[in-house]
């Protein structure tokens, strides 16, 4: 069921006076000679016209206890388009295509996000701007910060996971329903610790309707802010990778986990398990032993997975990644910045070009099925570090983390 939540509602007491405030604070707003105001000034007028980032908080609490994180998560999108945040209409700019042929078991989609391909452009770049106390973009003291633009309208609010303090952030861009990152308020690196997979299985526990996706911890597999630990979930997001078959030659089961590699073109290891502790042990070993096997010095092995809870079942598509592996330059040519979990999981998120031509050039070839399907595939396939063709790579990771879990148990 989805929360119909609005600011007015009864359900917010806290933000129904604030619209009250908001009415009076626009029509002085209005009232203002605003060409003498610089841009910091303007800004600072304007964020005082919506409800602050303390009134959010309290009240998404207060909807978070009664109706649970699904219906939080609903009423902080509505909140951020209220306060213009995340444009209204958002969905207009991305622009979804089908790409399949008939040699593929899944069919690949990719997303053109007209709004977001700036933003990511600049959103890796060091930030010129940070207040005080930030240690980076993320950090908690940059959210509805009167001196910046890009977060003045900003709303988040605070929950636990795994006896962590998160706080959940909408991004300006988002490209799936109620799409939002788990932000722990410290200030720490990307980790895929026993912990952190626990932390998204509790969220998963509380929003049953989300799939949780989790990006690497080095820049150059999908994390645009490795040094602090940020996780995007959306709600019914079910990217091709999950109707992908398992491979009968790589099943292994054991104390209640089962892990399969599925019939898909970047080789992926599916955990599925009951148990929240053993999910949280398997992924965390898999992708430790992954790392423990590199044997250059700079670390280029990671990982990327995506999570889902079915009914009391939790599943997870694990991804494991080496930054030295590059896809092809075909592959190049529709997406050349670097892949993170969505591209890997069988939606890539495409660039949007510079100048028009380009871009009619780049629409154009994207309506070119089943070219861009063989495209996709070639691109995963040759971004797999593991390989199905050297079947006792996978059989010794899989083996090794049976070997934890059993280790676990006993
Ligand atoms: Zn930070």
Same mark, same amino acid.
């Given at each position: ?24 604070k ?14 910091s000034?303007?800004?600072? /007028?304007y964020?005082?016209?919506y409800?602050?980032?303390?009134? !959010?908080?309290?009240?998404l609490?207060?909807?978070?206890s009664?109706r ?16 213009g945040?995340?444009?209204?209409? @958002?969905? *207009? ?7 399949t ?7 690949f989609?990719?997303m053109?996000?007209?709004g ?9 770049q060091?930030?010129a701007?940070l ?25 988040t ?23 939002v ?6 200030h ?6 026993e912990?952190?997979v626990?932390?998204n ?6 929003a049953?309707?989300f799939?949780?996706?989790q ?8 994390a ?9 979930? +959306? *709600?019914?997001?079910s990217?091709?990778?999950m109707s ?5 030659a ?6 209640g !986990?089962?892990?399969?590699i599925?019939?898909y ?9 009951k ?5 949280a ?8 032993? @992954?790392?423990q ?10 990982a990327n997975?995506? +999570? ?9 598509w ?15 040519? /529709?997406?050349s ?6 591209d890997i999981?069988?939606?890539?998120l495409?660039s949007?070009?510079?100048t028009?031509?380009e871009q009619?050039?780049?629409?154009? *070839?994207?309506?070119?099925?089943p ?5 996709i595939?070639?691109?995963l396939?040759?971004l ?12 010794? /990771?899989?083996?090794s983390?049976l ?6 148990a006993?």
């Amino acid at each position: 069921m989805q929360a119909s939540w609005q600011p007015s509602s009864p359900d917010c007491g806290a933000l129904t006076n604030s619209q009250t405030d908001k009415t009076l604070k626009t029509s002085v707003f209005e009232g203002h000679d605003v060409r003498h105001l610089n841009r910091s000034e303007v800004v600072r /007028l304007y964020s005082s016209a919506y409800p602050s980032q303390r009134e !959010v908080n309290s009240c998404l609490q207060r909807v978070l206890s009664e109706r649970g994180l699904d219906a939080a998560i609903h009423a902080l999108h509505e909140t951020v388009i209220q306060t213009g945040h995340i444009q209204d209409g @958002w969905q *207009r700019h991305i622009t979804h295509r089908t790409h399949t042929d008939e040699n593929d078991q899944v069919a690949f989609y990719s997303m053109v996000n007209h709004g977001r391909s700036h933003y990511s452009r600049t959103y890796s770049q060091p930030a010129a701007y940070l207040p005080e106390g930030a240690l980076c973009k993320i950090c908690p003291q940059n959210v509805a910060d009167p001196n910046n633009s890009a977060n003045v309208h900003l709303r988040t609010f605070d929950m636990t996971l795994n006896g962590e303090a998160y706080f959940i952030q909408p991004p300006p861009y988002p490209y799936g329903e109620c799409h939002v990152m788990l932000i722990e308020h410290q200030h720490r690196d990307m980790h895929h610790d026993e912990g952190s997979v626990k932390a998204n299985l509790e969220f998963l526990d509380g929003a049953p309707a989300f799939t949780v996706c989790q990006n690497s911890d080095i820049h150059g597999a999908g994390a645009t802010i490795p040094q602090h630990h940020h996780v995007p979930v +959306m *709600r019914n997001f079910s990217p091709p990778v999950m109707s992908a078959q398992p491979l009968p030659a790589f099943h292994l089961t054991a104390q209640g !986990v089962e892990l399969n590699i599925l019939d898909y073109p970047f080789t992926t290891i599916k955990v599925t398990t009951k148990d929240k502790d053993t999910m949280a042990k398997a992924v965390a070993s898999l992708i430790g032993h @992954w790392k423990q096997g590199e044997k250059g010095r700079m670390p280029n092995r990671t990982a990327n997975y995506i +999570m889902r809870k079915g009914g009391d079942e939790y599943c997870a598509w694990v991804f494991m990644r080496d930054v030295s592996y590059q896809p092809t330059q075909e592959f190049l040519t /529709l997406k050349s910045e670097y892949c993170g979990y969505i591209d890997i999981a069988g939606c890539p998120l495409l660039s949007d070009k510079k100048t028009e031509a380009e871009q009619a050039v780049f629409l154009a *070839r994207l309506e070119e099925n089943p070219q861009v399907a063989q495209t996709i595939r070639a691109g995963l396939k040759q971004l797999s570090p593991l390989s199905t063709d050297r079947p006792d790579e996978i059989h010794s /990771l899989l083996q090794s983390c049976l070997a934890d879990i059993h280790a676990r148990a006993f």
